[in-house]
Protein backbone atom coordinates (compact mmCIF):
# COMPACT_ATOMS: atom_id res chain seq x y z
CA UNK A 1 0.00 0.00 0.00
CA UNK A 2 1.40 3.35 -1.25
CA UNK A 3 1.07 6.83 1.53
CA UNK A 4 -0.84 8.87 0.03
CA UNK A 5 0.64 12.82 0.16
CA UNK A 6 -0.42 14.67 3.64
CA UNK A 7 -1.43 17.93 1.44
CA UNK A 8 -4.62 16.58 0.06
CA UNK A 9 -5.78 15.45 3.53
CA UNK A 10 -4.71 18.56 5.35
CA UNK A 11 -6.57 20.29 2.32
CA UNK A 12 -9.79 18.20 2.91
CA UNK A 13 -9.86 18.90 7.32
CA UNK A 14 -9.43 22.40 6.15
CA UNK A 15 -12.61 22.54 3.91
CA UNK A 16 -14.05 20.53 6.83
CA UNK A 17 -14.12 23.06 8.80
CA UNK A 18 -15.17 26.13 7.11
CA UNK A 19 -17.80 27.83 8.90
CA UNK A 20 -16.72 26.01 11.71
CA UNK A 21 -12.91 27.36 13.09
CA UNK A 22 -13.48 27.12 16.75
CA UNK A 23 -11.82 30.01 17.33
CA UNK A 24 -14.32 32.33 15.47
CA UNK A 25 -16.79 30.74 17.49
CA UNK A 26 -18.45 33.29 20.29
CA UNK A 27 -17.45 32.05 23.21
CA UNK A 28 -13.72 31.67 22.19
CA UNK A 29 -14.03 35.40 21.16
CA UNK A 30 -15.39 36.53 24.45
CA UNK A 31 -12.69 34.65 26.26
CA UNK A 32 -10.39 36.42 24.09
CA UNK A 33 -11.58 39.36 24.64
CA UNK A 34 -12.56 38.86 28.75
CA UNK A 35 -15.97 39.33 28.96
CA UNK A 36 -16.82 35.96 30.05
CA UNK A 37 -19.11 35.97 33.41
CA UNK A 38 -17.99 34.66 36.10
CA UNK A 39 -18.27 31.06 36.59
CA UNK A 40 -18.13 30.42 32.82
CA UNK A 41 -14.81 28.88 32.80
CA UNK A 42 -15.62 26.86 35.37
CA UNK A 43 -18.19 25.50 33.34
CA UNK A 44 -16.52 25.29 30.97
CA UNK A 45 -13.26 22.88 32.21
CA UNK A 46 -16.57 21.10 34.17
CA UNK A 47 -17.08 20.01 30.47
CA UNK A 48 -14.31 20.08 28.68
CA UNK A 49 -12.69 17.42 31.24
CA UNK A 50 -14.54 14.84 29.51
CA UNK A 51 -13.45 15.23 26.08
CA UNK A 52 -9.58 15.73 27.64
CA UNK A 53 -10.11 12.22 29.38
CA UNK A 54 -11.83 10.54 26.84
CA UNK A 55 -8.77 11.23 24.23
CA UNK A 56 -6.26 8.40 25.55
CA UNK A 57 -9.12 6.28 25.14
CA UNK A 58 -9.82 6.86 21.92
CA UNK A 59 -5.95 7.34 20.53
CA UNK A 60 -5.18 3.88 22.36
CA UNK A 61 -8.55 2.21 20.52
CA UNK A 62 -7.61 3.85 17.28
CA UNK A 63 -4.04 2.55 17.64
CA UNK A 64 -5.39 -0.93 18.65
CA UNK A 65 -6.86 -1.47 15.50
CA UNK A 66 -4.47 -0.17 13.21
CA UNK A 67 -1.89 -2.85 11.42
CA UNK A 68 1.38 -2.57 12.71
CA UNK A 69 3.49 0.04 10.53
CA UNK A 70 4.30 3.91 10.70
CA UNK A 71 0.65 4.76 11.04
CA UNK A 72 0.34 2.69 14.34
CA UNK A 73 3.12 3.86 15.57
CA UNK A 74 2.65 7.52 15.10
CA UNK A 75 -0.76 7.01 16.80
CA UNK A 76 0.75 5.72 19.80
CA UNK A 77 3.47 8.63 19.73
CA UNK A 78 0.45 11.33 20.15
CA UNK A 79 -1.05 8.65 22.92
CA UNK A 80 2.78 8.76 24.92
CA UNK A 81 2.32 12.50 25.23
CA UNK A 82 -1.23 12.34 26.07
CA UNK A 83 -0.16 9.89 29.00
CA UNK A 84 2.99 11.48 30.35
CA UNK A 85 4.49 14.66 28.40
CA UNK A 86 5.14 16.18 30.55
CA UNK A 87 2.96 14.33 32.94
CA UNK A 88 -0.36 12.93 31.98
CA UNK A 89 -2.48 15.73 30.04
CA UNK A 90 -6.13 14.49 32.47
CA UNK A 91 -3.72 15.86 35.08
CA UNK A 92 -2.09 18.60 33.92
CA UNK A 93 -5.80 19.53 32.78
CA UNK A 94 -6.84 19.96 36.64
CA UNK A 95 -4.18 22.80 37.28
CA UNK A 96 -6.67 25.05 34.60
CA UNK A 97 -9.39 23.59 36.46
CA UNK A 98 -8.88 23.96 39.92
CA UNK A 99 -7.72 27.58 38.80
CA UNK A 100 -11.12 27.87 36.65
CA UNK A 101 -13.25 26.81 40.27
CA UNK A 102 -14.51 24.07 38.50
CA UNK A 103 -16.28 21.21 40.59
CA UNK A 104 -14.90 18.19 40.88
CA UNK A 105 -16.92 15.64 38.92
CA UNK A 106 -20.02 17.28 37.16
CA UNK A 107 -21.78 14.96 34.52
CA UNK A 108 -21.78 15.86 31.11
CA UNK A 109 -24.51 17.98 29.55
CA UNK A 110 -26.41 17.43 26.54
CA UNK A 111 -23.67 18.59 23.67
CA UNK A 112 -21.02 16.77 25.87
CA UNK A 113 -21.96 13.50 25.68
CA UNK A 114 -23.64 13.99 21.91
CA UNK A 115 -19.96 14.71 20.87
CA UNK A 116 -18.33 11.95 23.30
CA UNK A 117 -20.74 9.37 21.58
CA UNK A 118 -19.93 10.43 18.17
CA UNK A 119 -16.14 10.07 18.94
CA UNK A 120 -17.30 6.63 20.64
CA UNK A 121 -18.88 5.08 17.48
CA UNK A 122 -16.09 6.36 15.00
CA UNK A 123 -13.91 4.55 17.40
CA UNK A 124 -16.47 1.32 17.11
CA UNK A 125 -17.11 1.49 13.22
CA UNK A 126 -13.78 2.82 11.25
CA UNK A 127 -10.21 3.84 12.74
CA UNK A 128 -9.58 6.13 10.13
CA UNK A 129 -13.05 8.08 10.69
CA UNK A 130 -11.74 8.42 14.03
CA UNK A 131 -8.24 9.41 13.97
CA UNK A 132 -9.91 11.90 10.84
CA UNK A 133 -12.17 13.38 13.78
CA UNK A 134 -8.48 13.35 16.33
CA UNK A 135 -7.37 15.46 13.42
CA UNK A 136 -9.83 17.93 12.89
CA UNK A 137 -9.12 19.17 16.68
CA UNK A 138 -5.68 18.63 16.41
CA UNK A 139 -5.36 21.21 13.14
CA UNK A 140 -6.95 24.25 15.08
CA UNK A 141 -5.41 22.72 18.47
CA UNK A 142 -2.54 24.53 18.73
CA UNK A 143 -3.78 28.17 18.08
CA UNK A 144 -6.63 27.67 20.19
CA UNK A 145 -4.42 26.67 23.25
CA UNK A 146 -2.41 29.88 22.51
CA UNK A 147 -5.26 31.51 22.51
CA UNK A 148 -6.71 30.39 26.04
CA UNK A 149 -3.60 30.70 27.57
CA UNK A 150 -3.02 34.31 26.56
CA UNK A 151 -6.67 35.18 27.60
CA UNK A 152 -6.01 33.44 31.08
CA UNK A 153 -3.02 35.78 31.65
CA UNK A 154 -4.12 38.60 30.40
CA UNK A 155 -8.39 39.09 31.43
CA UNK A 156 -8.62 36.20 34.11
CA UNK A 157 -5.48 36.59 36.32
CA UNK A 158 -4.21 33.19 35.97
CA UNK A 159 -0.88 32.44 36.58
CA UNK A 160 1.76 30.08 34.75
CA UNK A 161 0.39 26.69 36.73
CA UNK A 162 -3.39 27.84 35.79
CA UNK A 163 -2.08 27.99 32.47
CA UNK A 164 0.40 24.94 32.17
CA UNK A 165 -2.33 22.53 30.41
CA UNK A 166 -2.68 25.40 27.61
CA UNK A 167 1.08 26.57 27.18
CA UNK A 168 1.88 22.44 26.47
CA UNK A 169 -0.32 22.26 23.93
CA UNK A 170 0.47 25.66 21.99
CA UNK A 171 3.62 23.49 20.88
CA UNK A 172 2.29 20.02 21.03
CA UNK A 173 -0.39 19.89 18.92
CA UNK A 174 1.46 21.05 16.09
CA UNK A 175 3.39 17.67 16.18
CA UNK A 176 0.50 16.02 16.99
CA UNK A 177 -1.77 17.07 14.24
CA UNK A 178 1.06 16.47 11.85
CA UNK A 179 1.63 13.37 13.04
CA UNK A 180 -2.39 12.34 12.49
CA UNK A 181 -2.40 13.62 9.36
CA UNK A 182 0.65 11.31 8.50
CA UNK A 183 -0.76 9.10 10.14
CA UNK A 184 -3.99 9.11 7.64
CA UNK A 185 -1.70 9.06 4.58
CA UNK A 186 0.26 5.71 5.41
CA UNK A 187 -2.94 4.09 5.15
CA UNK A 188 -4.26 5.61 2.11
CA UNK A 189 -7.34 6.68 3.59
CA UNK A 190 -10.29 7.35 1.64
CA UNK A 191 -10.32 11.40 1.84
CA UNK A 192 -14.51 11.18 1.51
CA UNK A 193 -13.96 9.30 4.85
CA UNK A 194 -11.87 12.05 5.96
CA UNK A 195 -14.17 14.96 5.07
CA UNK A 196 -17.00 13.34 6.42
CA UNK A 197 -15.84 12.51 9.82
CA UNK A 198 -14.04 15.40 10.00
CA UNK A 199 -16.89 17.56 9.59
CA UNK A 200 -18.46 15.31 11.81
CA UNK A 201 -16.11 16.78 14.77
CA UNK A 202 -16.16 20.15 13.56
CA UNK A 203 -19.94 19.94 14.10
CA UNK A 204 -19.73 18.33 17.12
CA UNK A 205 -17.20 20.73 19.08
CA UNK A 206 -18.98 23.83 17.37
CA UNK A 207 -22.15 22.52 18.93
CA UNK A 208 -19.74 22.02 22.37
CA UNK A 209 -19.15 25.54 22.35
CA UNK A 210 -22.81 26.65 21.37
CA UNK A 211 -24.30 24.97 24.49
CA UNK A 212 -21.90 27.06 26.28
CA UNK A 213 -23.09 29.97 25.11
CA UNK A 214 -26.94 29.14 25.46
CA UNK A 215 -26.11 28.44 29.15
CA UNK A 216 -24.18 31.67 29.83
CA UNK A 217 -25.79 34.10 32.50
CA UNK A 218 -27.84 36.73 31.15
Same mark, same amino acid.
Given at each position: ?111 ? %???? $???? +??? !????? &?? @? =??? /? #? ?35 ? %???? $???? +??? !????? &?? @? =??? /? #? ?22
Amino acid at each position: MCAMPTDPINDVLADALVGRQLLTHPFYLRWEAGTLAEGELATYAEQYRHLERELPVTLAAIASNLPEGTSRSLVLANLADELGVPEPHAQLFESFARAAGAAAEVVPTRAT %EALL $ASIR +AAV !LSDPV &AA @L =AMV /A #AYEVQASDIAASKGDGLRRHYGMDAEGTRFWDVHRTQ %EIDH $AGWS +ADA !LGGLD &AD @L =AVI /A #AAAREAAEGWWSFLSEREELAPA
